[in-house]
């Protein structure tokens, strides 16, 4: 019986990544991050900062109404933006491996959208501002003068390429299954919680 995935959306620098892998480990199943990038980089045979540009220039609304009426002889898929092409080619990629795996972890990527039909137990990490830019310098080795605008442009960066695909609200912890501050609990308290978490749920999953 196939068991819910496990999503998770996450604050940059709030250690997600780290949380994620942790939690796979714990239940033995894989993790899919970056690894997500590098597939979708293959298969559309572009490099993969050209696919994180991609997540970064996601249009408005407006900018794409704006691209249609300028070339009504194009197909719909090449008038798509980069950014429309990049979610789609990860949406079938997620929905590729959630029918191959009984179950696995995934950060990022819209996970807890793409799969709502799948079931997931999908979290929300997050932690203080001054925590955040403290991980940046001391484990992404981000120079401390950019620190603080390296975290900001990743979160808009996530929030508005969530935001724009979900038709959602990225930091509205309602439509997450748990919600963990990981500046108070550590990772490692943050991975033992959501595995106790999903083991519950899991058995409510099955019913």
Do not use: H
């Not at 991050?33 to 994180?52: D, H, P």
């Amino acid at each position: 019986m196939k068991k819910p995935i496990i999503t998770i959306e996450r604050q940059y620098g709030s250690g997600g990544s780290v949380i994620g892998n942790l939690v796979a480990e714990k239940l033995g199943i894989n993790c899919y991050n970056r690894q997500i990038l590098k597939m979708t980089a293959e298969r559309c045979g572009i490099a993969i900062k050209n696919i994180e540009n991609a997540e970064e220039n996601v249009p408005t609304s407006f900018l794409y109404s704006l691209l249609l009426s300028a070339n009504p002889a194009r197909t719909m898929e090449e008038n798509l933006p980069l950014s429309d092409k990049v979610f789609i080619m990860e949406s079938r990629i997620i929905n590729e491996i959630a029918e191959q795996e009984n179950s696995f972890v995934l950060v990022g990527r819209c996970g807890n959208y793409i799969l709502e039909d799948k079931g997931c137990f999908s979290v929300y990490i997050y932690a203080d501002a001054e925590s955040r830019i403290k991980r940046a310098i001391e484990e992404y080795e981000v120079e401390e003068r950019k620190a603080e605008s390296v975290m900001k442009k990743a979160d808009k960066r996530r929030e508005t390429f969530y935001n724009v695909n979900t038709g959602r609200t990225w930091q509205d912890k309602d439509q997450y299954s748990l919600c963990l501050n990981s500046a108070e609990l550590g990772d490692d308290l943050c991975a033992e919680i959501i595995v106790k978490a999903y083991q519950e749920y899991n058995k409510r999953f099955a019913e």
